[in-house]
């Protein structure tokens, strides 16, 4: 990633001067200090993607800077420059947590060498950091399904795939938009390197341009160390912007520049950074009234709108509940109590005739409540009849059972809340309701005497 911000520290001008004109000419930005206190003071106002320091400086030693860089900033790299070439130099600067030496004399292409090295290790890191918990939850892409409406998605996927074009994703909630972005940069070129998702529904306006390009230490009150946003950590890769019509209008000016320059600025900073990135956005929303209404921007839209795909509602492709059912009972059999095989004719005809304004989503949360009710090897219409609204199709309950649904559903909220250790957000998304509901249902059950485990 080109822009990408360098300090070096050395009190030799004609060496200082080589070194920035060296990383100039490599398409760096470049910041040169001629001593410690003066790069370490740069370094406490705004952050540097690496720092290279020599080894001896008459007021603080390149191990003295090296020191106090990676106490300031620990995922900052940090490479020193010996004029002595002994190993006992080397190894101590190593020791110290340098990322790499350079001895002198030294070519053009062996600093560029290990600045695209130490950048390459700080931006997997970063990466690794991120994804670590992105991944912890994480469920494989696959869009199921092999009615027409569903051959249609998948025949898009693989003709936008191959090419680095933007692309909208439209349709409404549940419907499995996500995946189908995640089937995109997996089919493509881009697939081995990082696919970063953010939700612009989840946070207020300043939050998201910090998640989105980083921020710089002091750039607001909490920012006690520069971070790197997600378009950083999507550079060479792909970039998912769920919901992008829930961004401020302010947001969506900084949005459409990135898409036309490919280039910003952390908050807090007023350096430019380049990247590389595929943007793949989705919508639940009518952005075309969004636009009437002013709450979207027409110049965005139509950057956005390079490939459509438009994935339809679960009532449009009745067809597939089958299908679906029957993979969400794969994905999740391990949660029932004993062998399960399969899905009686009734509870298929049951989910067949429900319209599932939720979408895949909805259903899948079903089938799981199912299995987590179930106590024998088939799924029967009263297992999947205690996650339906009573007053919509297939939601009549079986006679013969002697559960109430809302003792049924007690028993599944804490079944699935216990399978998750506790953990309301974890158990309120699995369930597919709100963390709200699920804290109101629980304290009810309290007062009720019950003891809920946690």
């Given at each position: 990633?080109?822009?990408?911000?360098?300090?070096?520290?050395?009190?030799?001008?004609?060496?200082?001067?080589?070194?920035?004109?060296?990383?100039?000419?490599?398409?760096?930005?470049?910041?040169?200090?001629?001593?410690?206190?003066?790069?370490?003071?740069?370094?406490?106002?705004?952050?540097?993607?690496?720092?290279?320091?020599?080894?001896?400086?008459?007021?603080?030693?390149?191990?003295?800077?090296?020191?106090?860089?990676?106490?300031?900033?620990?995922?900052?790299?940090?490479?020193?420059?010996?004029?002595?070439?002994?190993?006992?130099?080397?190894?101590?600067?190593?020791?110290?947590?340098?990322?790499?030496?350079?001895?002198?004399?030294?070519?053009?292409?062996?600093?560029?060498?290990?600045?695209?090295?130490?950048?390459?290790?700080?931006?997997?890191?970063?990466?690794?950091?991120?994804?670590?918990?992105?991944?912890?939850?994480?469920?494989?892409p696959a869009f199921v399904g092999e009615s027409p409406a569903a051959g249609r998605v998948l025949e898009m996927v693989r003709r936008v795939a191959g090419s680095t074009s933007t692309v909208l994703i439209r349709g409404e909630s549940g419907t499995g938009k996500e995946i189908v972005a995640a089937m995109i940069h997996a089919a493509g070129p881009r697939a081995g390197a990082p696919f970063i998702k953010v939700n612009c529904a989840a946070l207020s306006a300043g939050l998201l341009e910090s998640e989105l390009f980083g921020h710089e230490k002091g750039a607001f009150t909490g920012a006690d160390r520069a971070r790197a946003g997600r378009f950083e950590l999507a550079d060479g890769g792909t970039i998912l912007l769920d919901e992008v019509s829930e961004m401020d209008l302010a947001l969506q000016g900084k949005l459409l520049r990135v898409l036309q320059e490919r280039e910003f600025e952390r908050v807090g900073s007023s350096e430019t950074r380049r990247v590389d990135v595929r943007i793949i956005a989705t919508s639940n929303r009518n952005l075309e009234k969004c636009i009437e209404d002013g709450s979207f921007r027409r110049d965005l839209f139509y950057r956005l709108n390079v490939v459509p795909i438009l994935v339809p509602p679960l009532r449009e492709r009745r067809d597939d509940i089958p299908l679906l059912a029957g993979h969400f009972l794969a994905k999740h059999a391990h949660l029932a109590a004993g062998a399960l095989r399969e899905i009686s004719h009734e509870a298929l005809g049951r989910l067949a005739a429900y319209d599932w304004p939720g979408n895949v989503r909805e259903l899948e949360n079903i089938v799981e409540r199912a299995i987590v009710l179930s106590t024998g090897p088939t799924i029967g219409p009263e297992h999947v009849a205690a996650g339906l609204p009573e007053s919509l199709p297939g939601a009549a309950t079986d006679p013969d059972q002697s559960a109430t649904l809302p003792q049924m559903e007690r028993e599944m909220i804490l079944k699935t809340l216990k399978r998750l250790g506790g953990h309301r957000e974890k158990t309120a998304e699995a369930l597919g309701i709100a963390v709200r509901t699920l804290r109101d249902k629980l304290k009810r059950y309290k007062e009720e005497g019950v003891n809920i485990g946690c």
């Open positions: 990633m080109t822009g990408q911000n360098i300090a070096i520290v050395d009190d030799q001008e004609m060496m200082r001067e080589s070194l920035k004109e060296t990383l100039l000419r490599a398409g760096y930005a470049v910041r040169a200090f001629a001593s410690g206190e003066a790069a370490l003071a740069d370094l406490e106002r705004a952050s540097a993607d690496m720092v290279i320091t020599d080894m001896k400086m008459p007021s603080m030693s390149g191990i003295e800077l090296l020191e106090r860089v990676l106490r300031l900033a620990p995922e900052t790299p940090v490479a020193v420059i010996t004029a002595h070439g002994t190993v006992e130099t080397a190894v101590e600067a190593m020791k110290k947590g340098a990322f790499d030496y350079i001895l002198k004399p030294f070519s053009a292409d062996a600093i560029e060498l290990v600045v695209a090295k130490a950048l390459r290790h700080r931006r997997l890191k970063a990466e690794n950091e991120f994804l670590r918990g992105e991944m912890a939850g994480a469920r494989g």
